[in-house]
C-alpha cells in the first residue's frame, strides 16, 4: 500500500526512492509491526480479562502451571492483526506470494481461534476435536499447496532443494501438493505443541522467520542467488517483508508474553504462526532447512509421538511428561531455565540453518 505510494512520490521526490529498496521496507515492516504490538497489546489484554478469555489449565499438566490459570489467552490476535497490517502496509501487494501466505496464515489463525473459543466456553483445556482440527487444517494446508502449485511459473518452483548440494533439485510434480500439506500442516501442529511455557515458541518462531527472511531476499535475487547455488524465484525476495513483520509481532509480543506472562497466544497464534513459517519455507524451496532452524519445533513433536507410541505399545512412557519440555520441569528445571535453554538451542539450529547457504 504505501510501497505504491511511495514509488508515485519518488517520481517527484528522489527521496522516497529509498522505499523502492526491499531491505528498507523490510525494516519498516519490523519497526511498524513492533510499534503496534506495543501500543495495542496492554489495551488487548485488559479487554481479554474484562470478558473471562482466560486460559483453561491441563488438570494433567505440571501444578506449577496452575497459578497460570485465568491467564488471558488468544493473544494471538494482536500477532496476526500486526502482521497483516505490517505487511499490508509495506509489502508489494501484486505479489502471489504475500497473499498465499497471509492468507494461509489467517485461515488457520480462524481454526485455532475457533479451538480457543471452545475452550474458553467449556472452561477446559480441550477445545475442538482432535480430528475435526485437523480435517480443517488439512483442507486450508491443501488449499494453499493448490495455491502454489498452479501458479508455479518455472519447475524449480516445485521441485525438492537438497541443502549441501548445488544441484539436486528432485521433480516433485503433483507429489508437490502432498509434501506441501505436510509441511504447513506439520509446522502448524509442531509450534502448537511446543507453546507450552511462557515465551517458549514465540522467540525460536521469530529466530526462524529470521533465517527464513535471509533466504527470502537470496532466493528472489539473480545474482546472489546463482552465486551460492539456490534456486532463483521471481518474486520470493518480497517475501522478506512478510518475514520482517513476524519477527516485529513476535518480539513485540513477547514483551507481553515473557515469564511470568500477562497473555498467552492460545492456539490463533501457535497454529497460524507454524502456518506461516511453513508456506514460508515452501515459496522459497527450503523445506529441509525447516527441518533443520525449526529443530526444536521437530524435537518436540517426536518427543510426544515416541510418548505415545511407547505408552502404546508396551504401556511405558519414555519422559516424565511430553512434550518435552514438560519433561525438564518434572525433573527440577525452572520455567524460565527451560524456556532460555530452549531459546539458546533453537539459535544454534537456526545458525546451522544458514549455514548449508555456504556448504554446497
Known amino acids: 500500500m504505501l510501497k505504491m505510494l511511495f514509488e508515485h512520490l519518488a517520481l517527484e521526490y528522489s527521496v522516497f526512492n529509498v522505499f523502492r529498496y526491499l531491505s528498507f521496507r523490510a525494516i519498516c515492516a519490523v519497526l511498524t509491526a513492533l510499534l503496534f504490538s506495543f501500543l495495542?497489546?496492554?489495551a488487548l489484554i485488559r479487554r481479554l480479562e474484562q470478558i473471562g478469555a482466560g486460559?483453561?489449565?491441563?488438570d494433567d499438566g505440571p501444578s506449577s502451571h496452575l497459578e497460570k490459570k485465568d491467564t488471558p489467552t488468544m493473544g494471538g490476535v494482536l500477532i496476526l492483526a500486526a502482521i497483516v497490517l505490517s505487511t499490508l502496509l509495506w509489502a508489494d501487494l501484486e505479489n502471489r506470494f504475500i497473499w498465499i501466505t497471509l492468507l494461509t496464515s489467517l485461515a488457520f489463525g480462524l481454526i485455532g481461534g475457533l479451538d480457543d473459543y471452545q475452550k474458553i466456553l467449556r472452561k477446559n483445556s480441550r477445545g475442538m476435536g482432535s480430528g475435526q482440527k485437523f480435517l480443517?487444517?488439512?483442507i486450508a494446508a491443501f488449499a494453499a499447496a493448490?495455491?502454489?502449485y498452479l501458479t508455479a511459473q518455472s519447475p524449480?518452483?516445485?521441485s525438492l532443494i537438497v541443502p549441501l548440494f548445488k544441484d539436486v533439485a528432485l521433480?516433485?510434480?503433483v507429489g508437490f501438493i502432498l509434501l506441501t500439506w505436510f509441511v504447513i500442516a506439520g509446522s502448524s501442529n509442531a509450534v502448537n505443541l511446543t507453546d507450552g511455557l511462557d515465551g517458549l515458541a514465540i522467540l525460536p518462531s521469530v529466530l526462524v522467520a529470521g533465517g527464513l527472511g535471509v533466504f527470502a531476499y537470496l532466493t528472489g535475487h539473480a545474482l546472489f542467488s546463482g552465486y551460492l547455488g539456490i534456486p532463483f524465484i521471481a518474486g520470493a525476495g518480497e517475501v522478506l517483508v512478510l518475514c520482517a513483520a513476524l519477527v516485529g509481532a513476535g518480539l513485540g509480543f513477547l514483551w507481553f508474553n515473557t515469564y511470568p506472562a500477562q497473555i498467552f497466544m492460545g492456539d490463533i497464534g501457535a497454529l497460524s504462526l507454524g502456518a506461516a513459517l511453513g508456506t514460508i519455507a515452501v515459496v522459497v524451496r527450503q523445506e529441509i532447512v525447516l527441518a533443520i532452524m525449526g529443530g526444536l519445533f521437530v524435537i518436540e513433536t517426536v518427543s510426544v509421538m515416541l510418548q505415545v507410541a511407547s505408552f502404546r505399545l508396551i504401556g511405558r512412557r519414555i519422559f516424565r511428561m511430553a512434550p518435552l519440555h514438560h519433561h525438564f520441569e518434572q525433573k527440577g528445571w525452572r520455567e524460565p531455565q527451560v524456556t532460555v535453554r530452549f531459546w539458546i538451542i533453537s539459535l544454534i539450529l537456526v545458525l546451522i540453518g544458514l549455514a548449508t547457504?555456504?556448504?554446497?
Not at 486460559?55 to 491441563?58: A, C, D, F, G, L
Request: aromatic share 4%; proline share 9%; hydrophobic share 45%.
Open 40 to 42: 495495542v497489546g496492554p
Open 55 to 58: 486460559q483453561p489449565i491441563r
Open 136 to 138: 480443517w487444517q488439512s
Open 146 to 148: 493448490l495455491a502454489l
Open 156 to 158: 524449480v518452483e516445485t
Open 171 to 173: 521433480e516433485m510434480g
Open 357 to 360: 547457504l555456504k556448504v554446497r
